[in-house]
Every structure is written in structure tokens, then in C-alpha cells.
Nanobody, 123 residues
């Protein structure tokens, strides 16, 4: 599975962006999918994950209530809607497909990783 994250950009604080994670070469409809981010000088951190059918979603405390993860298996795409963005959300956002159907907050449980997309939030 080859993953590609898109939708990043520069936005002012309080603004919104919608990231998309698309799969090619084969479908990831049976896999959990997660979003992670890494800011300069910081370790990669979990943002959100969704199970194979969208019935289970988890969020990092720092984004809960502001970000929403969803998926459209017919389009082989997972989305991350980001609202009320803060400068602290500035990072490279990457998506990953898990070994299993659920996913996890643990990056070690993800098998396929895509190139990230830069999100920059100005104050």
C-alpha cells in the first residue's frame, strides 16, 4: 500500500484545514488508519486513528473537540478535518495504515506510512 497525505498549507490561528490520506496500489479498507504529526525539534506524536469501518475513533487530548477523523472506503481515503487551529498544531502530518483493522496510538503498530504534508498555523 502506498499512502499519500495532502491538504496541508498555511492558515491563521482559528482557521481550518482538511487533510486527506489516499492509498494506491491496493486498498486499505481493511486496515485501521492513523494520523501522526511531528513538529521541528519534537518527537512524532499521535493525533487520531480510525478503525476499518469508521466505527471506532480515538483522538489525542490536544486535538479532541477540534479535529475529526473520517473515512470513505469507496474512495479509499481517510480525512482529518482540523478546526480551530492553533500555532501549536504546526507540524508535518503523516498518515499510516495499521497492521490490523483497528489501529492504535502506538506508531509501532502501523505498517505503511505515507509522506507527510506540512501544516503551518500563524498567530
Amino acid at each position: 500500500v502506498q499512502l499519500q497525505a495532502s491538504g496541508g498549507g498555511v492558515v491563521q490561528a482559528g482557521g481550518s484545514l482538511r487533510l486527506a490520506c489516499s492509498a494506491s496500489r491496493r486498498t486499505f479498507t481493511n486496515n485501521g488508519v492513523g494520523w501522526f504529526r511531528q513538529a521541528p525539534g519534537k518527537e512524532r506524536e499521535f493525533v487520531a486513528n480510525i478503525n476499518w469501518n469508521g466505527g471506532i475513533k480515538n483522538y489525542a487530548d490536544s486535538v479532541k473537540g477540534r479535529f475529526t477523523i473520517s473515512r470513505d472506503n469507496a474512495r479509499n481515503t481517510v480525512f482529518l478535518q482540523m478546526n480551530s487551529l492553533e500555532p501549536e498544531d504546526t507540524a508535518v502530518y503523516s498518515c499510516a495504515a495499521a497492521y490490523g483493522a483497528v489501529g492504535s496510538t502506538d506508531a509501532r503498530l502501523y505498517k505503511y506510512w505515507g509522506q507527510g504534508t506540512q501544516v503551518t498555523v500563524s498567530s
